[in-house]
């Protein structure tokens, strides 16, 4: 008897979702984007990552330039099989028990997906980015009010020192909607040329010369230098740092 042949898996799906959605849903490359990261992240979850580690690496990855579509795919892939092989679960007999589950209820999921909000991510990062904003602001005024000449010493202070760090732990977990561009070899031999002067610890940039220090949430001032430095005429760290990474003029 001859053996049928079966069609690869992604096709079977593609048929799926045009069945279920019709031919436009199959290329809406924003909704495919949403309902992957939705059931990546309802995966993760039922697998016990928690919302903060969530939070965590969402701020790692977009705080980097974006990657290549075919390599990322494979990558994750080739995680997705690594993370079932921990969890012992059969990731073909997975995928095809739940295509053979939702064929069947074509309706209810179209009714289901199609009633679902488009998001707008800007609509909500922005408000939420000027929020981080003023935490660090607050976080900053508490410094210079509570530490011996603002220079960090929380040595007789230590309630300040943790509703300073719950500040700073909050307004991290916020996303930020700036986007860098991708880094060229013309931007790496900048920051080379940048950390030469300026080392970064914390929020604070300090300069190799003199070791005087400017903290982020004071990006708009002058550092003023000691006398003889070396470097005196550069006297704006983090605007020259967010212009490199930018590309920008401010």
Same mark, same amino acid.
């Given at each position: 008897?001859?053996?049928?042949?079966?069609?690869?898996?992604?096709?079977?799906?593609?048929?799926?979702?045009?069945?279920?959605?019709?031919?436009?849903?199959?290329?809406?490359?924003?909704?495919?984007?949403?309902?992957?990261?939705?059931?990546?992240?309802?995966?993760?979850?039922?697998?016990?990552?928690?919302?903060?580690?969530?939070?965590?690496?969402?701020?790692?990855?977009?705080?980097?330039?974006?990657?290549?579509?075919?390599?990322?795919?494979?990558?994750?892939?080739?995680?997705?099989?690594?993370?079932?092989?921990?969890?012992?679960?059969?990731?073909?007999?997975?995928?095809?028990?739940?295509?053979?589950?939702?064929?069947?209820?074509?309706?209810?999921?179209?009714?289901?997906?199609?009633?679902?909000?488009?998001?707008?991510?800007?609509?909500?990062?922005?408000?939420?980015?000027? +929020?981080? %904003?003023? $935490? #660090?602001?607050? /976080?900053? !005024? *508490?410094?210079?009010?509570?530490?011996?000449?603002?220079?960090?010493?929380?040595?007789?202070?230590?309630?300040?020192?943790? +509703?300073? %760090?719950? $500040? #700073?732990?909050? /307004?991290? !977990? *916020?996303?930020?909607?700036?986007?860098?561009?991708?880094?060229?070899?013309?931007?790496?031999?900048?920051?080379?040329?940048?950390?030469?002067?300026?080392? #970064?610890?914390?929020?604070?940039?300090?300069?190799?010369?003199?070791?005087?220090?400017?903290?982020?949430?004071?990006?708009?001032?002058?550092?003023?230098?000691?006398?003889?430095?070396?470097?005196?005429?550069?006297?704006?760290?983090?605007?020259?740092?967010?212009?490199?990474?930018?590309?920008?003029?401010?």
């Amino acid at each position: 008897m001859r053996e049928v042949a079966v069609a690869p898996f992604q096709a079977r799906v593609a048929k799926w979702v045009s069945s279920c959605l019709g031919l436009g849903w199959v290329d809406n490359k924003p909704s495919r984007n949403h309902h992957f990261l939705e059931e990546a992240l309802e995966l993760v979850q039922a697998c016990g990552c928690t919302e903060s580690e969530a939070h965590q690496l969402v701020q790692y990855v977009f705080r980097r330039p974006a990657g290549e579509k075919k390599l990322e795919a494979g990558g994750a892939l080739v995680t997705l099989n690594a993370l079932c092989e921990a969890h012992g679960i059969d990731l073909d007999t997975a995928g095809e028990a739940e295509l053979a589950r939702i064929w069947p209820l074509i309706s209810t999921i179209s009714d289901r997906i199609k009633a679902k909000p488009q998001f707008k991510p800007l609509d909500v990062a922005l408000p939420l980015q000027r +929020a981080a %904003e003023l $935490l #660090l602001k607050d /976080a900053d !005024a *508490l410094k210079q009010c509570h530490t011996v000449g603002g220079n960090g010493d929380w040595s007789t202070e230590p309630d300040a020192l943790a +509703a300073h %760090e719950e $500040l #700073l732990a909050v /307004a991290a !977990a *916020l996303p930020m909607v700036t986007k860098l561009p991708a880094l060229t070899s013309t931007t790496n031999a900048k920051l080379d040329v940048f950390s030469r002067v300026w080392s #970064l610890n914390g929020d604070w940039m300090t300069c190799k010369g003199c070791k005087r220090s400017l903290i982020a949430s004071r990006t708009g001032e002058e550092l003023g230098h000691g006398a003889g430095c070396k470097h005196a005429a550069q006297q704006h760290p983090w605007k020259q740092l967010i212009e490199i990474l930018t590309g920008s003029t401010t």
